[in-house]
């Protein structure tokens, strides 16, 4: 299936072929802590185990954190 993955951090939109089926297997594939990213799958904020299906566009939206 084909996923379009928006990276905030880099300002970039990619379209993915991915032969998983999680939101965590996207991650995995991609190498990218989910410690690190919120998931938002059609602009809906999405969990690790959220099922994914061809043409979902989502976003790698980065947390920040400090004190």
Known sequence: ???EVYF???QTSKKIE???ITVDDLLKQ???NPE???V???KEVVTEDEPLSNN???E???VISGG
């Open 60 to 62: 790698l939206l980065n």
């Open 18 to 20: 991915f032969s998983g």
């Open 8 to 10: 905030e951090r880099e």
């Open 1 to 3: 299936m084909n996923i």
């Open 40 to 42: 938002t799958k059609n």
């Open 36 to 38: 690190t990213v919120i």
């Open 56 to 58: 979902d566009k989502l």
């Open 30 to 32: 991609l190498e990218v």
